[in-house]
């Protein structure tokens, strides 16, 4: 096992509830990144599907993964527990059954490396799903629907450390990352990148947005 005695630019921050089935490609796709300066923070938001037994083999050979595990309480509280032990200068994040494109990071720290004043940026994805399935509640009035190419996707968030944690990371409530960029954009400088190099997969059933939307419905 190698020693990390290099200071990682970037925390990649990724939680997962029970998705063995996923999450390596996921995994895979930041370990292929052209960018190889960063941490993987894996919060296991207590899954029950032994996911950690072939993680752990991951970790005996790659220093930069972190693993904290602890017992469920949803994505933007474990987003945020993760925010606790990144060491990065940026953070930024992956959801458990997506993946990035190879130059995802390099492409969001050539940005930063260009406009130094800019503090955090959301980016477009490229969504797979059908078209049908391309609605979700909106944030603003939630008996409506609005497309996701029109919402913002938290994991695209890409920031400085400082960002996250003067505003104590998300709140545990529906549609966290847009609430989290607007309350960023009245403190710092919140840009949008347009690099579609996030890969979105609509497609899983069990995708955080799917739960919200079944969760909403039963409401209205």
Known sequence: MQINLKKPEISIIITVYNRKRTFFRALDSILNQSYQNFEIIVVDDGSSDNFHNKLLEYIKY???????????????????????????KYITFLDSDDEYEKNHLSERLKFFKKYKNVD????????????????VPDARNTKKLIHLKDCVLGAT???????????????NKYSYDS??????????????????????????????????????????
């Open 179 to 220: 609430d989290f960029l607007r309350r960023a954009g009245k403190v710092f400088n919140v840009s949008k990148l347009e690099s579609k190099t996030y890969i979105y997969y609509r497609n899983s059933k069990d995708s955080i947005l799917t739960n919200l939307k079944k969760t909403l419905n039963e409401k209205h």
């Open 62 to 88: 790659d220093y930069r993964i972190k693993y904290l595990t602890h017992s469920n309480r949803k994505t933007p509280l474990s987003l945020n527990s993760g925010m606790k032990l990144a060491d990065g």
């Open 157 to 171: 968030l890409f920031g400085k450390k400082e960002v996250f944690l003067k505003l104590k990371g998300f709140r």
């Open 120 to 135: 955090l940026v959301h980016s477009p994805a490229i969504i797979i799903g059908k078209e049908k399935d391309m609605f």
